[in-house]
């Protein structure tokens, strides 16, 4: 049976989708991951995640993109509920409702925000009092993006992206995403990545985020910013989806400031130059019929927050 749509005591989390200014990956490690370099942007696409007591544990989809919530153990909210019920000796199951309008699968870390939204619930539905770095060490143990929804706003990430510092950014960014409806396998997308360097031979750097891309993060520059956009992973996702770089080409062709792969894709981000611009850039991408799904959203907004609800 299905929970009440809101049963007493439930509290609800809001949580931003990221996209990545910069993407940075390093070469593979001998232990099968790849160093990064990474700078986050919150921007104001969000999930709302909401847990109560429930006599099983269970997950409830709703929302845009309500149809592909796994609901079982592999969803990330549940693994998340259930590290904090075992770290903290708590022996209670949950209902979970996830209303969706994160892209699924579209390199916008929606599974990592949905773990981060039920890390801060739980604690809240609990009254645990979970400091910083306990919040964060759960965080790290459940993937490498869990940890800047937490944070929100822009902030550069290493190690595994995991390793998070706040980046001083003026000003509010405009952002056109084209979402495809087939998403892309994060691993997939990597080992492209790495078939592609091994084929050329390239000497991989280790990664560093530019300097134009902090100054003009600093002076809230949207051209200069535009310009600094970068992701190591694209040319993996445009040899595993070339029509992702027709569109990516269409987007800047119509005036955006900058274009690319959010993430290991397939999301194409858009940086445009105001709120008007995105809507023009949207229109401009809709009668090309080169896009499946166009969100608007601006960055940097705040990270996961209780929404409603209280401990009973
Ligand atoms: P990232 O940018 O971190 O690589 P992504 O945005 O590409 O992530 P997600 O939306 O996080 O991808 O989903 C990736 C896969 O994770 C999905 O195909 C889905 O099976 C699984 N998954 C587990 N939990 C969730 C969740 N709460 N919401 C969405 N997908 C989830």
């Known amino acids: 049976m299905t929970a009440a749509p809101t049963l007493p005591g439930t509290v609800t989390v809001r949580v931003p989708a990221k996209v990545n200014l910069q993407l940075k990956v390093g070469q593979r490690r001998a232990d099968g ?11 104001s696409l969000h999930d709302q995640v909401s ?47 996830i209303d969706k309008d994160i892209p699924i699968a579209g390199g916008m870390a929606g599974g990592s925000a949905d773990a981060a939204a039920t890390l801060l619930a739980c604690d809240q539905l609990w009254g645990l009092g979970l400091d910083r770095d306990e919040m964060a060490s759960m965080a790290a143990e459940l993937g490498s993006d869990v940890t800047f ?32 409806d087939q998403g892309l396998s ?93 809507l023009d850039l949207s229109v401009s991408l809709a009668a090309a019929d080169v896009a499946g799904d166009l969100r608007r959203a601006k960055g940097p907004v705040h990270g996961a927050h209780v929404v409603t609800g209280s401990r009973d």
């Open 33 to 43: 991951y790849h160093d990064l370099a990474t700078v986050f942007q919150a921007v």
């Open 149 to 180: 929804p937490l944070h929100g706003g822009t902030a550069m990430a290493s190690g595994r992206g995991e390793q998070i510092a706040p980046v001083l950014a003026r000003g509010t960014f405009y952002w056109v995403f084209a979402v495809s």
């Open 51 to 97: 847990v109560a007591r429930w006599d099983a544990w269970e997950v409830v989809p709703s929302g845009t993109y309500a149809a592909g919530i796994p609901t079982d153990e592999g969803n990330l909210a549940v693994r998340a509920a259930k590290l904090v019920a075992e770290r903290c000796h708590i022996d209670e199951s949950l209902s979970i409702r």
């Open 186 to 278: 994060t691993p997939a997308v990597y080992a492209e990545c790495d078939r592609l360097r091994e084929r050329s031979g390239e000497r991989v750097p280790s990664p560093e985020i530019d300097a134009e891309l902090m100054g003009a993060l600093r002076q809230g520059d949207a051209v200069a910013l535009g310009r600094a956009l970068h992701n190591d992973l694209e040319p993996a996702a445009f040899s595993l989806r070339p029509e992702l770089k027709e569109l990516r080409d269409a987007g800047v062709d119509f005036g955006a400031l900058g274009g690319m792969v959010s993430g290991s894709g397939p999301t194409v981000a858009f940086l445009t130059a105001s709120h008007e611009a995105a």
